[in-house]
Structures are given as C-alpha cells and as structure tokens.
C-alpha cells in the first residue's frame, strides 16, 4: 500500500459487546483496509475484551490494547484519554491519515476509501466524515442525526495527519470534537462531514445516549458549549433550533441548564482567547447570514493563512475552495 493511503484508526471503547462486532466487521470488510487499527479497551467489564482478542487473532491490522477498570464509563476527556494510549503506541510518521472510530459504528465499505479520495481532491480539507444516522427507537425508522456540514463528526473523525498536529490533537477536555473543528478553520484549514448514501454509517445508539442516558448528554452538551466558549445568544438560538428534536423541548431545556448552571459556577473555559475571539465571530457570523454562508466567509478570509503555512500547494493551486452543501441557518 502507498504511504499516501496508508491510515491508522484510534478506537477507544468500554463496554461495546453489543455492538462491537458490527464495527470490527464493517472495518474487515473496507474496500481499502486500514494499515493498523489500534483498540483501546479502556476497562471493560463484559465481553468486549474477549471479542477484540478473537478478532485480533484473525485480522492482521488489529492490534488490542487493555486498560485497567477505572470503575465507570467516562464520556468526553476520559474518551480522549484512552485515544491518546492508543495513539501513544504509533508513529503517525508513517501514515498519512488518522480516524478516531467509535466501536458502535456499522461503516459503508467504501467508507474509508471514499473519505481519502475527498482528502486527495482538496489538499487543504483537513478533516471530514460522513454523516450518521440511526433507528429511531419508537418508529424504527432510519433517522440522521443533528450535525453540521461544517464539523467531521465525533464519532469517526478522519483527519490528515498534518492538520492533526499543527491543531495541536484532541484538547484534553469536554467538547474536544468541537475545539479542534473550530481551531482546523483557524489554522485556515477546510472542515466537513459529507451527506451522500455511500457516506452515510449507522450509528448503532443514538449520540449523546452512552452515558446515563440522552437528557444526561444533553446537559453535557450544553456544559460542553460553555466551556468552549459559546456565546449566550448562540447557546438559545441552538436550543430553539433543536426543540423538535428527540427528547422533544426537554432535550433543549436540559441543554440550556447544563451551560447557565455552569455559566452560574463560574466553570473553566477553554483558555485560548484567540479561539474564542475566533468561535464567537463564527457563531455571530451565523446568525446573521446562515452558518454556511459564514463558513465560506471564513473559508476565504483564512485561505492566505494556509497557503503561506503551506507554499508548495498553494503555489500549484491545489487549495480549492470548501464546499458546504446548502444548510439552514444554523444545524445547531
């Protein structure tokens, strides 16, 4: 396999026994296989560890890594702290891409193959995913999930190693799938997740519903928003945004607790002002003229930031313009 495609994924999980073999199965069976997967089994307490170790020993690419039981599932930086065991054990200098997968994921199998050829079209995207969506649990019904074109989602985030680095990773803390989207289009880089059938993966439970339940991620989600650096005005409009949205009206209520009641404790933020300068221009921008339109502005206006970052793209006119597909004001 070339360097140029050659991929590593990052997946750390606890407690996946029932899902797992979807997402070992749909990574086995990729059109372009990674060149290693590196499991973090991060103290489970079923059978996800027996299941990594038979699936180990039949695909050449696995490589399992088992952490100690901390005692309980930890969302959000204890996610991220597993990540970086895993990561700890690579040299990403020989790979050219990096995706963190969650292990309850079933992939289309052109999946990876698909993400890589959108990589080598547009050398300045730095990082993208599809989209997700899952069955809904009262209709059945295949649903996609809430999440900006603008963002590569959490759940299986595909980054080209450059960029990885110079955002300096997964900040160490909540809402880490969101500061390091944020600082990529900082840096100048191109951002998305992509909304076509062949990219599209089931995400086998609903986001947000890991740990102690949806109303419980929602409230997270909101203590996320403030400790990033969310503007007030933003945080309502994307919780008006979301009421229709299962849990209809208290999945919004709960969101806007867990950011004023952190807002009210005078909880830490993200310590970079810049960033913060830089998110709250973005989420002003959005309001006003539609999240899409405000991302082709700061597209633009961070283009020059890249190229002289990166003179010998820029100078063969490599660097197209992002393409975000038309969205409403904001997919909050």
Known sequence: MSIDRRYVIVSPCRDEAKFIRRTLDSVAAQTVPPALWVVVDDGSTDETGEILDDYARRLPFLRVLHRRDRGRRSVGPGVIEAFYAGLETVDLDQFAYLCKLDMDLDLPPRYFELLMAEMEAEPRLGSTSGKPWFHHPETGVLTPETMGDEMSVGASKFYRVGCFREVGGFARRVMWDGIDCHRARMLGWTVRSIDREELRFL????????????LTGRKRLGYGQYAMGTSPLFIVASA?????????????AAMLWGYFSSAFRREPRYEDPQFRRFLRRFQRLSLVMGKAAAVRKLTEERRPLWEAAHPEAGQRGEASPEVVPSMSRASM
């Open 203 to 214: 995400h086998l439970r609903p986001m947000g519903s890991s740990d102690k339940g949806i």
């Open 240 to 252: 008006l945004y979301r009421l229709p949205t299962r849990p209809v009206i208290t999945g919004s």
